[in-house]
């Protein structure tokens, strides 16, 4: 049985996630999917967003059960399973140092020598900072913390919590065939946690060619994918701020390039196990500020950025195309035509025959979710706030769909408004708020050109409501077919009328997510020129 | 199928026709049966009444094309209150139309002794070529964005 893993590390690797359950969300990523997260730093915004992203995706996929007679693309159609806890926060408590963590103490007493030599490796502020905010940059510091944790097996480290997640994997990697258990790591080289833990992880014995992996014929049970994203953003990092933060460590955009270039000098030289490699960076990223400065904790709180998308694609396309093996090296490049980032320079598949199918799907799934989560959070929203079929409820597509009379109690279940249909409703449109928010945030940054999020949103906070800015809806994806606005929410409306939903057994909530469903992806294949081929 | 167009015009259309033979032709012919006539000869009468019901019906199916035409306006399926008023208007409208028609007969009919029953009958085809026609087409044919709008849709 095939089963896909993917393994965040770091800030990056979480934000990276976040684009992947996107993409799942929007119906474009695997069956299943197994996540998990590994970082230090508890507090991270970034890390504290995804693992609500998670739990949103979770109780969406739950709400929304039934897509009726829908197959391919299916919105929430990736089962993402998690561990009971989801993040390796490595450390068992928040006041632990690299001196504590290797005893520098006892060291000093019973091997001085050992004490010497980690005084050399080591600054007097890496070994003394504590590391609750992570690795600050510096993956010397978490490359032995994280060297320190033998997958598979809990920790002899008292400092060290053991991960769950990881237990899971094992029991389950232990069950696979040869390659079955696909694994994909992702993190920054330019940081600390993530440039610390791609390595580790990657290396032979730790999950590769781990004996659980081992097969007799010496193969490997694992499949091992990983991603390296290189610099790709800055973030205001103004004296002023530094300056206040009175930590002794940190790093700054100034910072990445050398990281970067030692990290890479040490993936070149060093025998990792990685079957496929994908190496991500973008060189605009001196223009794309995605916050303010922050060492860790609350104030890393970054905004997403396309690159974690493009990374989200590269894992997608390793969990596609892993079953195709080569004995040979074969090495793929993409890049941007131009300064520009738009949808068909987005590097979706290694195989040429399907790049523009993909491309398409991918936009097509992008628009169709946007549109669903712009609906749902204006017209939907407002249509359930008013009463069963009346005044401006008095529509054909709701008719049609939800005949109930709304005095009688035993037709509560029938109301979408009510009880669990309204909860399930709910579930899914706070989803897809978020998501809304995520793609038109990466189409705010200069010179992306993929979505225009001045068409939907009025402020940071309110939608445009569609009745009054009819023509936001046919113009927020930015390049497609048809001048931008000259469909309007009136042919959405067309489209929802035109849908006929026939299972009668089929929840209200259900229902009415399906109905908004299949005209969003009818609006988008009209709207914007998109005709999704069938998937692989 | 019957709420696009063309169908839903060349079906109001048959639809209007078959009303009018039903109130022109069945009608007229149990009125010619059955009115007394002072000035008028039946066939005078018979004309009047045909040209009548036949204008109100014409007329009134001007009005539910109307209707089907601005129905089918992307923009309707975004404001069904304001279609709402727009057809209870074109409703009000061929009422209007009926009660003129028979304004119309029974001043240019006040030499003849026509009895109530005469008028009755008179007003049931009118209001059968003109709002019941109108009720019974747009209930039916309405286009998709509006067919919710009209009172009786279940």
């Given amino acids: 049985m095939i089963r896909n893993y993917l393994i965040g590390i770091g800030g990056t690797g979480a934000r990276v996630i976040e684009s992947v359950l996107h993409l799942c969300a929007a119906g474009y990523g695997p069956e299943s999917l197994s996540m998990f997260l590994i970082d230090p730093d508890q507090a991270n915004s970034n890390l504290s967003r995804t693992k609500t992203l998670i739990s949103q995706y979770q109780a969406a996929a739950s709400a929304w059960h039934d897509k009726g007679s829908r197959q391919e693309a299916r919105p929430f159609g990736t089962q993402i399973k998690t561990a009971q806890n989801s993040i390796w926060t490595v450390f068992a408590n928040n006041d632990v140092t690299l001196s504590g963590f290797v005893n520098e103490k006892t060291l000093r007493q019973s091997n001085e020598e050992y004490a010497q030599l980690i005084s050399v490796l080591f600054t007097e502020a890496e070994l003394q900072t504590p590391l609750s905010r992570g690795f600050r940059g510096h993956p010397s510091i978490g490359s032995v913390v994280m060297s320190n944790a033998e997958a598979g097996k809990e920790s002899s480290n008292k400092d060290m919590v053991p991960a769950q997640a990881l237990e899971q994997l094992w029991q389950d990697i232990q069950d696979s065939n040869e390659g079955d258990a696909r694994v994909f790591l992702v993190g920054s080289v330019f940081g600390g946690t993530g440039a610390a833990g791609v390595p580790t992880f990657g290396s032979p014995k730790m999950l590769k060619h781990h004996e659980k992996a081992k097969l007799d014929n010496g193969g490997s049970r694992v499949h091992l994918g990983g991603a390296l994203v290189l610099p790709y953003f800055s973030f205001e990092a103004d004296a002023e701020a530094v300056k206040k933060e009175k930590q002794d460590m940190y790093v700054t955009p100034a910072d990445f390039p050398i990281a970067t270039k030692a990290a890479l000098e040490y993936y070149n030289e060093k025998e990792l196990a990685f079957d496929e490699l994908y190496f991500i960076g973008d060189s605009l990223g001196a223009d794309h500020r995605v916050g303010k400065f922050g060492t860790g904790g609350k104030e890393q709180n970054n905004r997403p950025h396309y690159i974690e998308l493009v990374t989200a694609l590269a894992a997608l396309d390793f969990w596609r195309e892993a079953s195709v093996r080569t004995s040979t090296r074969e090495c793929f490049i993409a890049a941007r035509n131009d300064q520009t980032v738009t949808w068909d320079m987005l590097p979706v598949t290694r195989d040429k025959g399907q790049l523009n199918a993909l491309q398409v799907l991918l936009a097509h799934r992008i628009a169709s979710m946007t549109t669903l989560g712009y609906v749902l959070n204006t017209y939907a929203a407002d249509f359930l706030n008013r009463p069963h079929g009346a005044g401006e409820n008095n529509v054909g597509w709701y008719k049609d769909h939800f005949k109930f009379d709304a005095k009688k109690s035993q037709d509560d279940g029938k109301d979408p408004r009510k009880g669990a249909n309204f909860s399930s409703l709910n579930a899914v449109r706070s989803y897809t708020a978020e998501f809304v928010r995520w793609i038109t945030d990466i189409g705010a940054l200069p010179r992306v050109q993929l979505v225009d999020g001045t068409k939907l949103w009025a402020d940071d906070e309110a939608m445009l409501p569609p009745l009054q800015h009819a023509g936001g809806i046919g113009g927020f994806l930015v390049g497609q077919a048809r001048p931008a606005g000259s469909a309007t929410f009136n042919e959405f409306l067309a489209q929802l009328n035109s849908v006929r939903i026939t299972d009668q057994a089929m929840s209200a909530s259900d229902r009415f997510l399906n109905l908004l469903q299949e005209a969003s992806d009818a609006f988008c294949r009209q709207a914007y020129g998109l005709e999704p081929y069938a998937r692989r | ?154």
């Avoid at chain 2, 063309?6 to 032709?25: D, F």
């Avoid at chain 2, 008023?85 to 139309?97: A, F, R, S, Y």
């Fill in chain 2, 1 to 154: 199928m019957l709420r696009k167009a063309p169908m839903n015009y060349l079906a109001a259309a048959m639809i209007a026709a078959v009303l009018w033979l039903l109130s022109g032709l069945l009608l007229g012919n149990y009125l010619a049966d059955n009115i007394s006539l002072q000035d008028m000869t039946t066939d005078d009468f018979l004309l009047r009444y045909r040209i009548t019901t036949g204008t109100a019906s014409f007329v009134g199916c001007l009005m539910c094309c109307s209707w089907f035409a601005s129905g089918a306006k992307p923009a309707a399926a975004a404001d069904p209150v304001g279609y709402r008023k727009l057809w209870i208007g074109l409703m009000l409208g061929e009422v209007l139309l009926g009660a003129l028609a028979l304004i119309g007969l029974v001043v240019s009919m006040l030499p003849e002794s026509l009895t109530l029953v005469n008028y009755l009958v008179i007003l049931a085809g009118l209001v059968l070529g003109t709002a019941l026609f109108f009720w019974l087409c747009t209930l039916a044919m309405s286009p998709r964005p509006v067919e919710a709008v009209v009172p009786g849709k279940r």
